[in-house]
């Protein structure tokens, strides 16, 4: 299809903004005699507070109000950011009051001050007197799980927030049938998003009595109705107002700190409040990802077929269960479709421990699963003597593929051309011949790992979105949409939608980038790599309603049939000679003042996408390990996506690098450490949790195989989270392809390294 | 109560006098005394380098430097560098055509480094632009862009002949 604005690298939208400074953050809200908030946090990973006395923090100068758990409604509530479910069997665990008398990490917030000052707020925590009875930390699953082990939440036994899983086929006929049985066990470690702008919220309650609520949020909609419920307020009393946001990746995908905010603007009589993480905070008690453990068992034929693979895993979700139910069985259905095989059984355990709440992370459960699975194909085809490469397109999956649980259907898939792609660009096959016999203390190696990922949540998620257009007086529009731009690029490849449709070029489609309840169209929000292809299909049908509206007021002003219209280059046109009739401008101009037919052009729509596509892609990877000191380095790596029509190839290539740069880290250094006999953190700042560098990347190559997706209006599918998923298992499986040595656990740091080659005698 | 010292300085180009509690560092006293809410905070340890501003022509992590420490001094922050007809500097251009930008935060910190180092190489290498910009973290591009930006920003200013 030939397109004028859609597949054009474009500018931001809102670069200008953000090079000068003048893009408004949540913290960049500073009102006049703003309160500050602060959070009083467990010292203990485990402990029941016995005793709270705050009358000597109440009575310090400057302290405006002291909360403790005994001033928070009794309500428990979820904050994971999903949509309402009607169906109550569906809503996420309502595990958590504001505030707690029941510590289950360190960090977890007992009580709240709130000052006029942060220093005095700072000095009121530390008057505030607790008595703690410490009970024994979980600090593992296995910990969590044991018999007789003390709940940490009352009402799940053994601590197992939940097993659903699945079975397709029947594994035990299959691993019958199979020539050979192989087997592994696996595990990732957990990390933390450092997004660069820690969490902030800042509340106050309007002349008409309602809380509003600025706040860094990726699902402002969803923000509204938790907070209405934490607070046990009708949803309608709360307005959620979301500016620019630097940056999510899912930790703002989960109402961390609204909820307080509002309950504390509440005990101040209304005025205006701040609460604003620290680095340090942040990187406790907001989000992590989730550390799983996998046990893999999988039945192949001798000509290489999988037969059926036997998936357990264990999921650490930490105290609170946020998305963590969600997250386990999200990878193990995403990942399935990449190779359908006759049997495949999915047991994930998702287990409460005392440690940080883990939540949604770019990916949502399949960098887990597919470093597991990746990791586990490389070995079997190393043991099998076949290659790697070889192996996995024996079993790809093809068009027309249908999955067998939700019935989402493969309508478009380039995997097979991304590997060849991919293969090309790192030159496979001559490398691979000159890595053969390598000998000496650096040695090369070639990995690479395939994935397969959805775009929305269709059918476990309802997939709403909202767009609204108002056409101006000159011909340029107004969009607002309820999906949010967290710096990804979304607002650029609407009004990149919105130009296409309407005919007019970019900077006539004003985005309105704020997201406030009060306003803006209910969207779900940023997460799942929805928003392109869901928002999408929104934005089109209210740009297309536009466009309609716009060739029947033209009918009306000269008589020619709306069907022999069309819209270029901002000129009302003759849809077969493309002779210019009128200049929309002009009919802009009518729509406001005729005096007789005026009537101003908008469209204000939703599309309820009962529908999904997937997206698939590969990791290829080139690395240098030094046997000496267990550095590992990347050489070359190549991500391939295919995310059908790229709207904007630019800021795709954006998003790929920043995900290929987050699976480095998460494959080669990150990991948030934690006292193994306390729980306390140890590492929960930006100099000791080790998060790539500019130093620490190396040239990042992206190549697009662009399919057209059916049931995209624009034949787009998603990308934002998929680059950062098969970054890891490349990385361990070019390791492995260097040395012989297989990791089984990420990351793969000096350290680790060095100590696993020498149980390997390789030093 | 806490001395109130007056503080003289001149941030960009202009000068002011202001009166903060002693305690405040260059940050605070740039975004909630001066309004200048384009240098960002995210870690206020002088780990990430978000907050970084031009003090007397080096880049500092405003975060860390007291502002006491700024009396006399000449501090230029990102709503300082375009001209003040509203041109925008070669490296703001260049972020925005490269697509070096993407969630915003660490973009004023990572362009006044970038200024830093133009000013004193008007030339670097890619090499010399990472170790230039070692200081700043980025999440979200995988600072791919972010070098070619700085580097077309290098190869715009040396063609206009303008630093």
Request: charged share 20%; glycine share 8%.
């Amino acid at each position: 299809m030939a397109y004028t604005v859609v597949g054009k690298s474009i500018n931001r939208v809102d670069a200008v903004a953000k090079v000068t400074g003048q893009a408004k953050y949540t913290g960049d809200f500073i009102e006049r005699d703003m309160l500050v908030g602060k959070i009083l946090r467990s010292p203990y990973a485990h402990a029941i507070v016995k005793n709270i006395d705050v009358s000597k923090a109440r009575a310090l100068p400057g302290v405006e109000a002291v909360l403790t758990y005994a001033d928070v409604p009794k309500i428990k509530f979820a904050t994971a950011g999903h949509p309402y479910a009607l169906d109550p069997k569906h809503r996420d665990k309502e595990d958590r009051t504001i505030l707690t008398s029941k510590a289950r990490f360190v960090g977890d917030a007992i009580a709240a001050v709130v000052a006029t000052d942060e220093l005095t707020a700072a000095e009121a925590l530390k008057l505030i007197e607790v008595e703690y009875e410490v009970l024994e930390p979980l600090l593992t699953p296995e910990a969590a799980m044991r018999e007789g082990a003390p709940l940490i939440h009352d009402d799940c036994e053994r601590n197992i927030l939940s097993s659903y899983g699945y079975e397709i086929g029947a594994i035990e006929e299959a691993f019958q049938e199979a020539d050979y049985i192989f087997e592994d066990e696996l595990e990732t470690s957990i990390v933390q998003h450092c997004q660069l702008e820690n969490h902030v919220s800042c509340a106050y309650v309007d002349s008409d009595g309602r809380i509003v609520i600025v706040t860094s949020t990726q699902i402002p909609h969803i923000v509204r109705r938790i907070v209405g419920q934490a607070l046990g307020i009708p949803w309608g009393r709360v307005r959620v107002i979301k500016p620019c946001v630097g940056g999510g990746f899912g930790s703002k995908q989960d109402v961390c700190l609204e909820p307080l905010t509002a309950l504390m603007t509440l005990a101040v009589g209304g005025r205006p409040v701040r609460l604003e993480l620290s680095r340090e905070e942040c990187m406790i008690d907001t989000r992590t990802r989730h550390a799983i453990k996998y046990k893999i068992k999988t039945g192949v034929s001798k000509d290489g077929k999988l037969i059926g693979m036997h998936i357990a895993a264990i999921s650490n979700t930490g105290a609170y269960a946020s998305h963590g139910h969600s997250i386990a069985m999200a990878g193990g259905t995403k990942f399935r479709i990449l190779y359908p095989m006759k049997a495949l059984k999915y047991e994930p355990l998702t287990v409460y421990t005392n440690l940080p709440v883990a939540g949604a992370m770019r990916g949502y459960g399949s960098p887990q699963i597919t470093f597991a699975v990746e990791s586990h194909l490389e070995n079997i085809a190393r043991k099998l003597g076949i290659d790697p490469i070889e192996f996995r397109k024996k079993n790809l999956v093809n068009v027309g593929y249908v999955d067998p649980l939700n019935g989402n259907t493969v309508r478009s898939c380039g995997i097979r051309e991304c590997i060849e792609k991919g293969k090309e660009l790192i030159k496979w096959d001559e490398k691979k011949a000159r890595y053969k016999n390598q000998a000496g203390t650096k040695r090369r190696g070639l990995g690479m790992a395939c994935f397969s990922y959805a775009s929305g949540t269709h059918p476990v998620g309802l997939e709403m979105a909202g767009a609204r257009i108002v056409l101006n007086q000159d011909g340029s529009v107004q969009l607002q949409i309820g999906a949010t731009e967290i710096g990804q690029g979304s607002d650029t490849v609407f009004a990149q939608m919105v130009a296409e449709v309407l005919g007019i070029p970019v900077d006539m489609v004003h985005v309105i980038s704020t997201q406030d309840t009060d306003i803006t169209p209910f969207d779900t929000g940023a997460y799942a790599s929805r928003q392109t292809y869901i928002t999408g299909m929104a934005v089109a049908k209210a740009a297309l309603e536009v466009k309609e509206k716009i060739l029947d007021f033209v009918w009306g002003m000269t008589d020619i049939p709306a069907h022999a219209l069309d819209i270029k280059e901002q000129n009302i046109v003759y849809k077969h000679s493309g002779e210019v009739v009128m200049p929309l401008a002009e009919v802009a101009l009518h729509t406001y003042y005729d005096t007789v037919f005026a009537r101003p052009i908008t469209s204000d729509t939703s599309n309820n996408a009962r529908i999904n596509a997937f997206v698939f892609g590969v990791t290829f990877a080139e690395v240098e390990v030094d046997l000496k000191t267990g550095k590992i380095e990347v050489l070359e790596i190549y991500n391939v996506h295919d995310s059908g029509k790229i709207i904007n190839p630019q800021l795709a290539e954006g998003q790929v690098h920043g995900g290929v740069g987050m699976g480095i880290g998460y494959a080669l250094a990150e990991q948030m450490l934690f006292d193994e006999k306390t729980g306390k953190p140890l590492n929960n700042n930006l100099l000791d949790y080790k998060m790539p560098t500019i130093m620490d990347i190396p040239d990042i190559g992206v190549a697009f195989v662009e399919t057209f997706e059916p049931t995209s209006p624009f034949g787009c599918k998603a990308l934002g989270e998929p680059p950062t998923i098969p970054v890891a298992p490349a990385i361990r499986n070019a390791v492995l392809d260097a040395t012989g040595v297989a990791f089984n656990r990420l990351p793969m740091n000096p350290q680790r390294v060095f100590e696993k080659f020498k149980e390997a005698g390789l030093i | 109560m806490k001395p109130v010292p007056r503080i003289k300085l001149k941030v960009n180009g202009q000068e002011y006098q202001v009166e903060v509690p002693a305690d405040i560092t260059l940050l605070e006293l740039l975004r909630e005394y001066l309004s200048l809410t384009g240098t960002k905070e995210g870690c206020g340890k002088g780990e990430c380098g978000a907050c970084t501003v031009l003090m007397d022509g080096q880049a500092v992590n405003s975060c860390l430097v007291p502002a006491a420490k700024a009396e006399g001094s000449e501090v230029l922050t990102i709503e300082g560098l375009a001209s003040p007809d509203g041109r925008l500097h070669p490296l703001q251009e260049a972020f925005i055509s490269e697509g070096a930008v993407q969630c915003g935060f660490c973009t004023p910190g990572m362009i006044m480094s970038a200024k830093a180092l133009l000013d004193q190489n008007p030339h670097p290498t890619r090499e010399e632009i990472k170790v230039a910009l070692s200081g700043n973290l980025c999440r979200c591009t995988g600072y791919a862009k972010i070098i070619t930006a700085v580097e077309k920003a290098a190869a715009m200013i040396a063609g206009e002949g303008r630093g």
